[in-house]
């Protein structure tokens, strides 16, 4: 088929990854400039903020000092020059006493807020806040600034909400509008070079594609396709570290740079900030501003969008990061290669068999629109803390890796203390999943028990009203599941149910079907044992009648008794038929979502659900989309585990036999 | 007939009515009671403070104490469920014909074409048989509640339905139209029949029986569903009959007389059928099962 060593749609590929991969390199290390030059400036604008309302408090130490307040202001602003306006609202009697703001000059700075202004309301519920979090604060004796500053960042110019404190007592806030302002990081050399590197060396990994291309169709003599694909996998992964190991080095530059401006910026603020202090007499102890610079970037907390990275010392997080980064980086030039290799093969394969796509492409786009996207939409919800509540945030806050996993498979709190002694946790997913797993061997044992016994009474030529037992028998399977579910459950109504009914009949006392671990779990396995006994039953008949009956024939002139027949011909012969039907029912049970959602609804207290109707609690119950998922991604890894032992089993017996 | 096979000729007819009596039929015969009784009680008869046994084993007897058609009288009469049956007819007679239909052309690809994607494309179809329910649930809702806003729409049901049915629809009839000979079609095709014509006019009447058996799989998947269907629709009034048949017997009320009614009118003609075609239907189910 490759005549030519370097087909057209092959160069194609080569030059379209080559571009893609440098594109987003460049849109990477940009971002993380970006992310870096941000954070610094908003420190810049923190400690302006600080600094401000350090020099409020200091004057409200003062006497009268609410006099001539707003002409202060105006001075305070003109001497820092990067302040549009401020703000001080005193939470009592929620009064505006000062505003430079420019939509408050006709009010001329001090009015009360308007209930019905949005605005107003919006940074009256801000001093709320602030002030409750201020009072657990204080009262947590720790002194963390933790949630009392808030920032709000917005293209032209950047808010911050601080609170004001007159001698020890909550005051209210202080808002700032401070103009947004980049200020470059020096040393912009260094980073130059570093970036060169990076590009340097990803290059080359691009460029040797080709080079592997080469290898590929050439089939060297002697020398095995296996070998060739190693070598290539070492190559792609020696140059990932060469990668990796460039780029951590480009970043960690990038931090100390940043680490540099700051110390310089520090030096500068604090001797602004203890100059004022000086004046303080009766304010507040303040955290020392580098304790400040460590919290505010240390914690995520003031503003979520931090991450956590230490001024001058680069958190191990960063590192594995962009050595992600990086080995996405090449693997993504290999796959887009690989992709327009094939698209440009799928192409002339839809070109050739036309008709045969037209007649599947209806059915294929409508599963992969609602079964395969929902999939995947699935599989991103599931590494996200998504509730109900934040659905419609950006999906990079959502994010929390494989939290959810953690939380579900390494939980291991199966049991909790209690002042009486140990109880077991039921919403621990190990025990969910023994109740599962009891649930499901219990149910097609006697699934198949019974299914084996009608099918062996029905298995009889010569037998009268054959066929009205098998219809009767059948009707179990053909009777809506959810129905049977809810007759069964008034069947074991504590009440008036007929299940307790008979139970009196035998002169015991009525049981509390679903106040019970155990009693509860009867009652699923009841209701399901009665609805999948027709489906084994029917299998089993098929399976019998196909047995020739020459067999039994030659095996009564041996002299083999009814059991040895049963024994060495009947359970032998319907082996076949009776595997594939034990297999797709452990997959029916462990699915069976209706039986236990209907019958006991997991009670009590959620002891008798089986994964899946554990899964729809957390998600339609409790609403924690991400968790659910998870939840649920967690059951379908367990299903294709079991297939895959169960199709290694299975190939194994067929070996044997 | 000697005497040994003939006890056990009779042991398998004793077997065989004990069993359904105590245990095969039983619920059924007492939600028929249920139904007939007029009265919405779980119990069939009132006992008295302290009943004897006989007026015990008279209880548990599925027999009402006096018949009566009133519960299906008055639950025929409730525009609600009337409502209800309207809308699953409607949505399960949609996903029928949308299934059907998918299912139809695509085994017919598969079963007759040979193209690349032709074995990945069956794997697609049975991998998705393997997805969990509930993992379904919250990226179908997210996506067809919150951001198609297909909420209270039979739209979103019938899609949904319509794909969940259609991996089985497409191993079933796949296998059905291997069975018949490809020369029936040489021989169209030199008698100068249209590819269109030889699917429409040959294929599709001689697989008549497996497309039964299709239909049928997939109009109980949407007429047996209930719980997409309770979350994707908040009005009352577009539940499906099982989203709403749930609700005579929850926590807040019991009426199990109509619910009893209710679910002998919905159940009755898909048991029917089922009866008829039960045969095709696991012969498809595990002919599925062995290849996968």
């Known amino acids: 088929m490759h005549e030519k060593f370097f087909p057209k749609q092959l160069v194609i590929g080569w030059v379209a990854s080559t571009l893609l991969v440098i594109g987003i390199l460049f849109i990477v290390l940009n971002t993380i400039e970006n992310t870096i030059l941000n954070k610094t400036n908003l420190y810049t604008k923190f400690m302006d903020a600080r600094v401000l309302s350090a020099r409020i408090e200091a004057h409200m130490a003062t006497d009268n000092w609410e006099d001539g307040l707003q002409e202060r202001a105006i001075s305070w602003q003109q001497e820092t020059g990067k302040i549009n306006g401020v703000r001080i609202l005193k939470l009592s009697g929620a009064k505006v006493i000062v505003s430079t703001l420019e939509k408050d000059k006709e009010r001329g700075g001090t009015y009360r807020l308007e209930r019905k202004n949005v605005e107003h309301k919006r940074l009256y519920d801000q001093a709320k806040l602030i002030k409750s979090n201020y009072q657990s604060n204080r009262n947590s004796e720790n002194l963390s600034e933790d949630k009392e500053i808030f920032f709000d960042q917005q293209k032209a110019s950047t808010w911050i909400y601080l609170p004001l404190v007159n001698d020890k007592k909550f005051y209210g806030v202080l808002e700032i509008d401070l103009i947004n302002s980049s200020e470059a990081l020096a040393s912009d050399g260094v980073l130059n070079t570093s970036r060169f590197y990076v590009l340097f060396v990803i290059l080359l990994s691009v460029l040797l594609f080709p080079v592997f291309v080469y290898f590929y169709q050439k089939k060297i003599p002697y020398v095995s396709q296996r070998f060739i694909n190693l070598s290539v996998v070492f190559t792609y992964l020696g140059l990932s570290i060469v990668v990796y190991s460039f780029f951590s080095d480009y970043t960690s530059k990038l931090y100390v740079a940043q680490s540099d401006f700051l110390t310089v910026l520090h030096n500068e603020r604090a001797e602004e900030l203890s100059f004022v202090k000086e004046s303080l007499s009766s304010a507040r102890n303040y955290i020392a501003i580098n304790e400040y610079g460590k919290y505010l ?14 001024v001058g010392n680069i958190s191990e997080k960063s590192f594995f990061i962009n050595s992600y980064i990086a080995i996405l980086l090449v693997g993504l030039g290999w796959v887009v290669f690989v992709t327009c290799d094939y698209a440009s093969r799928t192409w002339q394969a839809l070109k050739e068999h036309r008709q045969a796509y037209l007649y599947t492409a209806p059915a294929i786009i409508g599963m992969l629109l609602l079964v395969f996207f929902p999939f995947l939409y699935g599989l991103s919800l599931a590494f996200t803390n998504t509730t109900l509540l934040n659905e419609s945030a950006p999906y990079a806050e ?3 890796g494989f939290d959810n996993f953690y939380a579900i498979l390494l939980g291991f709190d199966l049991f909790e203390t209690t002042n009486d002694g140990y109880n077991i946790n039921y919403d621990n997913f190990y025990w969910t999943l023994f109740i599962t797993i009891c649930w499901t061997l219990l149910n097609v044992a006697i699934g198949v028990t019974v299914g084996l016994a009608l099918a062996l009474a029905l298995n009889a030529p010569d037998l009268r009203f054959k066929a009205i037992y098998r219809v009767i028998l059948i009707l179990p399977w053909a009777i809506p599941n959810y129905v049977t579910s809810l007759v069964w459950k008034g069947m074991f109504h ?32 009841a209701t399901n044992s009665w609805l999948s006994f027709p489906f ?74 089986i994964l899946i109707t554990k899964a729809y609690r957390e998600a339609f119950e409790k609403y924690q989309y991400g968790y659910a998922s998870a939840y649920s991604f967690v059951i379908l890894a367990i299903l294709l585990m079991y297939g895959i032992i169960q199709n290694k089993v299975s190939k194994a017996t067929e070996a044997n036999t | 007939m000697t005497l040994s096979s003939k006890k056990i000729y009779w042991g398998r007819h004793l077997f065989l009515m004990t069993f359904i009596l105590t245990i095969g039929i039983y619920p059924i015969l007492w939600v028929f009671s249920l139904a007939f009784s007029g009265s919405q009680s779980l119990s069939l008869v009132d006992l ?121 629809c497409v191993w079933m009839l796949k296998g059905y139209f291997d069975t018949i000979p490809v020369e029936i079609e040489e021989s169209a095709i030199m008698d100068g029949a249209s590819p269109s014509t030889i699917f429409f006019k040959i294929i599709l009447p001689l697989a008549k029986p497996a497309i039964a058996v299709t239909a049928l799989f997939s109009f109980m998947t949407g007429w047996n569903e209930f719980i997409l269907a309770a979350i994707f629709m908040e009005d009352e009034n577009l539940y499906t009959a099982p989203a709403g048949l749930r609700f005579f017997v929850d926590g807040f009320s019991s009426k199990w007389g109509y619910f009893a009614a209710g679910s002998i009118i919905v159940s009755l003609p898909i048991v029917i059928l089922f009866i008829f075609l039960q045969k095709q239907l696991v012969s498809g189910l595990t002919a599925g099962s062995v290849k996968g």
């Open chain 1, 297 to 310: 970037f240390s914690s995520s907390s003031i503003y979520p969008q931090m991450q956590a990275i230490d």
């Open chain 1, 398 to 400: 959502r994010w929390i």
């Open chain 1, 494 to 525: 504590q009440q008036f149910g007929v299940i307790n009914q008979i139970i009196q009949l035998f002169g015991s006392e009525p049981i509390a079907w679903f106040d019970s671990v155990f009693y509860a779990f009867i009652t699923g396995i």
């Open chain 1, 536 to 609: 084994m039953m029917v299998v089993i008949l098929g399976g019998l009648q196909s047995i020739p009956a020459d067999m039994y024939e030659a095996a009564k002139v041996e002299g083999a008794s009814r059991w040895q027949q049963f024994r060495y011909i009947t359970l032998p012969s319907l082996k076949p038929t009776l595997i594939p039907a034990v297999i797709i029912s452990i997959v029916w049970t462990f699915n069976m979502f209706n039986i236990i959602f209907l019958v006991s609804g997991g009670e009590p207290a959620g002891a008798n659900d």
């Open chain 2, 48 to 168: 008295p403070p302290d009943p004897s046994f006989f007026e015990r084993l008279r209880a548990i007897v599925p027999w009402p104490s006096q018949w009566s058609l009133s519960n299906f009288k008055e639950i025929l009469d409730n525009e609600l469920f009337l409502g209800w049956i309207f809308n699953s007819l409607l949505v399960a007679s949609m996903t029928t014909i949308i299934g059907v239909f998918l299912a139809c052309t695509s085994a017919y690809a598969f079963s007759r074409f040979k193209f690349p994607g032709r074995k990945n494309g069956m794997m697609l179809f049975l991998v998705s048989q393997m997805f969990p329910g509930t993992m379904m649930m919250i990226p179908l809702y997210i996506i067809i509640v919150k951001w198609l806003g297909l909420g209270n729409s039979y739209i979103g049901l019938m899609l949904v339905y319509s794909t969940t049915a259609l991996p089985f």
